[in-house]
């Protein structure tokens, strides 16, 4: 009796694997910028570029966690994968990843976390460029597999490194947040945040293609 070879998923991991790390980075960067001090005392998100970072990164994890969560059953676990994601047990990511954001949520809470609230419009064009990426992942995706009639594993290789370098390069925007710019005055500070929204939309259209 021949049993359904299933398909192999990016960098040939278990399905959700890359999705996975992604998740888990973005949280841990919040949780970075939620501990680190500011120069002379006090949050670093007393500061308002690194609030705004905060924010957007807000927004990209809500975005992540919703489609973890729904994706279960539909392009991962054992449905269309072998194991888990990451290899880990079963349910283990979804487990860390809530409690990871509510721990980070009860914090804020406990401590009266206080960030500055950014101007609306950088907000609004990061939520554009962030909705606009996940639907553009997601309609490229199904176009490929209807041309290929599946996902070529380039293909899907190509999307995964393009997200991975994009979450690196998004921690290297909170070591200036966090290094550089406690150091100097707010002119002199870096302020990388058409970056920052452009590499956000990296990780979101990976999310987008998965759905």
């Given at each position: 009796m021949s049993t359904a070879i299933k398909p192999r998923h990016a960098l040939g991991l278990p399905a959700g694997s890359i999705r996975a790390i992604l998740a888990l980075g973005v949280l841990g960067y919040l949780w970075v910028l939620v501990l680190s001090p500011a120069k002379g005392g006090g949050a670093i998100l007393e500061d308002p570029r690194a609030s705004q970072a905060f924010i957007y990164l807000q927004v990209l994890m809500v975005l992540i966690?919703?489609?973890?969560?729904?994706?279960?059953?539909?392009?991962?676990?054992?449905?269309?994968?072998?194991?888990?994601?990451?290899?880990?047990?079963?349910?283990?990511?979804?487990?860390?990843?809530?409690?990871?954001?509510?721990g980070l949520a009860?914090?804020?809470?406990?401590?009266h976390?206080?960030?500055?609230?950014?101007?609306?419009?950088?907000?609004?064009?990061?939520?554009?460029?962030?909705?606009?990426?996940?639907?553009?992942?997601?309609?490229?995706?199904w176009l490929v597999?209807?041309?290929?009639?599946?996902?070529?594993?380039?293909?899907?290789?190509?999307?995964?490194?393009?997200?991975?370098?994009?979450?690196?390069?998004?921690?290297?925007?909170?070591?200036?947040?966090?290094?550089?710019?406690?150091?100097?005055?707010?002119?002199?500070?870096?302020?990388p945040e058409i970056v920052e929204m452009v590499l956000a939309g990296f990780v979101g259209f990976y999310f987008g293609a998965r759905s």
């Open positions: 966690l919703a489609h973890f969560y729904t994706a279960h059953g539909k392009t991962i676990g054992s449905a269309v994968s072998d194991r888990s994601p990451l290899g880990l047990p079963r349910g283990s990511v979804r487990v860390i990843l809530l409690t990871a954001y509510l009860f914090y804020m809470y406990r401590h976390t206080s960030f500055t609230l950014p101007e609306t419009g950088p907000v609004f064009l990061s939520l554009a460029i962030l909705i606009s990426s996940f639907v553009m992942g997601h309609f490229i995706t597999r209807g041309m290929t009639g599946g996902m070529p594993a380039w293909f899907q290789d190509i999307q995964a490194w393009f997200a991975l370098i994009a979450l690196l390069t998004l921690g290297v925007i909170v070591i200036i947040r966090l290094v550089i710019n406690t150091s100097v005055g707010y002119e002199k500070q870096i302020d």
